[in-house]
């Protein structure tokens, strides 16, 4: 099948083009940026950890200030409040943005742990990809953002990190664990 099947395809190369052509930084969410050096276009792949953060809507602000906190630390964040765009799939798009995560940060609450909700999927999810790793990996991380019990099949399995009690040595923790993970695999 030839390229001009896919008329989209041409849109978006012309896009891309164009916004090229004027200077700009063209960046793929989650993948890296094109740009223009001289007269030639490089694409610069994005090595940053990408991080899913899962909580429950009640549980918005506290998980905002996790995606900042990722953010603020050079790491690449996902959470749908802040990444989806209007009018985009939200089951597609946190499907996609789970599966291409190199962490998943579970953030339990009394509101988290009794609610059925897509949370409780994702929890399931992060918890089905961390058991086909070797034992040594980490990819699940754990926080409460206040004093609940954490379900059992994590708690048995993991060590999590309360955010409640000291919120900065809480979050350099979770940071520490994905820099400190990051580079073991780089050096693997």
């Not at 012309?14 to 890296?32: C, H, K, P, Q, Y």
């Not at 953002?145 to 060590?159: G, H, I, K, T, Y």
């Not at 900065?168 to 990051?182: L, P």
């Amino acid at each position: 099948m030839s390229r001009s099947n896919f008329p989209s395809i041409d849109k978006v190369a012309n896009i891309v083009r164009d916004a090229l052509s004027r200077g700009a930084t063209v960046e793929i969410d989650g993948l890296g940026s094109f740009r223009k050096i001289g007269r030639r276009y490089r694409f610069q792949p994005r090595d940053l950890p990408r991080v899913f953060v899962a909580y429950v809507r009640e549980d918005a602000a506290q998980a905002g200030r996790v995606f900042d906190a990722l953010h603020s630390a050079g790491l690449d964040p996902w959470m749908d409040e802040r990444k989806l765009l209007p009018g985009q799939n939200w089951a597609r798009a946190i499907q996609n943005a789970l599966e291409t995560s190199d962490f998943v940060i579970c953030c339990f609450s009394r509101n988290s742990i009794r609610k059925r909700s897509a949370f409780q999927a994702e929890i399931r999810y992060a918890l089905e990809a961390a058991r086909r790793l070797p034992l040594d990996e980490i990819f699940l991380l754990p926080v409460r953002l206040d004093e609940c019990p954490v379900p059992m099949d994590v708690a048995r399995e993991m060590q999590y990190v309360d955010l409640f009690t000291d919120w900065d040595f809480g979050m350099g923790r979770v940071v520490e664990a994905i820099w400190k993970q990051k580079r073991r695999l780089r050096a693997a």
